[in-house]
């Protein structure tokens, strides 16, 4: 019974699939197992709260649907490496969003947020920021310290100045960032 037991204990995480995509919590029988969950597309208005009790989750796209806020539950997804909220209806992301210290990619496309939290500059892991069609004007004085790990920040089709650009060149000069000709739009 005990070799039965100890046997269960070691073979469990050899028969986790971490290439396998679940796109439905239907389709999860242990949270543990689920390392990549793709909710596109699900007419979401909220993140489920089951979608938090996958504490060994290394991929979380949550794109296209009417999600409006992140709860701070995120937090409970230390092992998180790339998130995925593309086309929702995020204004604002909860400070916890910073205690992901495994998160490299952070995709937040066209969302109507307008501004980062601080905390994010110490995200030690943090490689690719998408802000792509978002209305970020600006980003946290705290960010300088992105400015050796972040290698890439997409600020395509936002409306900055010149001199906002300039700001976020100052900032974050090794950084490479991708971005439209500053506009006289305001």
């Given amino acids: 019974m005990v070799a039965l037991s100890l046997l269960t204990a070691f073979a469990a995480p050899l028969l986790a699939q971490p290439d396998k995509v679940y796109r439905s919590l239907g389709e999860v029988s242990d949270p543990q197992q689920v390392y990549r969950l793709r909710l596109r597309w699900k007419r979401l208005r909220a993140v489920p709260p089951e979608v938090f009790t996958?504490?060994?989750?290394?991929?979380?796209?949550?794109?296209?649907?009417n999600i409006?806020?992140?709860?701070?539950?995120?937090?409970?997804?230390?092992?998180?490496?790339?998130?995925?909220?593309?086309?929702?209806?995020?204004?604002?992301?909860?400070?916890?969003?910073?205690?992901l210290g495994e998160l490299q990619h952070l995709d937040l496309n066209r969302n109507p947020v307008e501004e980062l939290p601080d905390d994010m500059a110490y995200m030690p892991s943090l490689r690719e920021l998408v802000l792509w069609?978002?209305?970020?004007?600006?980003?946290?004085?705290?960010?300088?310290?992105?400015?050796?790990?972040?290698?890439?920040?997409?600020?395509r089709s936002c409306s900055l100045s010149h001199d906002e650009q300039?700001?976020?060149?100052?900032?974050?000069?090794?950084t490479r960032k991708l971005w439209d000709h500053a506009c006289n739009c305001r």
């Fill in 133 to 155: 069609s978002t209305n970020i004007t600006a980003l946290p004085a705290s960010f300088v310290e992105l400015n050796e790990t972040l290698q890439l920040l997409d600020l």
């Fill in 166 to 174: 300039q700001a976020i060149e100052l900032l974050l000069p090794s």
């Fill in 68 to 99: 409006d806020s992140i709860p701070p539950d995120i937090a409970r997804l230390p092992h998180l490496q790339k998130l995925v909220l593309g086309r929702n209806l995020i204004r604002r992301l909860p400070i916890e969003i910073a205690l």
């Fill in 54 to 65: 996958f504490t060994n989750l290394r991929e979380l796209d949550l794109s296209r649907n």
